[in-house]
């Protein structure tokens, strides 16, 4: 199982950027993938999440109405848009798989396999 997250990088606040993570090793459309990001000092909190067809989604409070997760299960690729970023938003972000048969949720304790982390710094 691989996840190689990509896209992050440095942006003003009220800025946008896009993450994806591309995933292999595994039959990407039978699981949940999710988002989670670690800010120095932190613990790793969660973003979002999506099932496995994309028809459903949860989110964060602190991220609701500004990111939002999507899938290509023919790409096996998740994705991160995220819109109105904020300094406090400035973290490394991990994508992750849920483990087999779990459905949506938010305690890293229900993901298995964990990306490399992607940086992203909002600051003017």
């Known amino acids: 199982v691989q996840l190689q997250a990509s896209g992050g990088g440095l942006v003003q606040p009220g800025g946008s950027l896009r993450l994806s993570c591309v995933a292999s090793?595994?039959?990407?459309?039978?699981?949940?993938m999710g988002w989670f990001r670690q800010a120095p000092g932190q613990e790793r909190d969660f973003v979002a999440a999506?099932?496995?067809?994309?028809?459903?989604?949860i989110y964060a409070d602190s991220v609701k109405d500004r990111f939002t997760i999507s899938r290509n299960n023919a790409k096996t690729t998740v994705y991160l848009q995220m819109n109105s970023l904020k300094p406090e938003d400035t973290a490394v972000y991990y994508c992750?798989?849920?483990?087999?048969?779990?459905?949506?949720?938010?305690?890293?304790?229900?993901?298995?396999?964990w990306g490399q982390g992607t940086l992203v710094t909002v600051s003017s």
């Open positions: 090793g595994f039959t990407f459309s039978n699981y949940v």
């Open positions: 999506i099932r496995w067809n994309g028809d459903k989604t």
């Open positions: 992750a798989r849920a483990r087999l048969y779990y459905g949506l949720g938010a305690l890293p304790s229900r993901y298995d396999y």
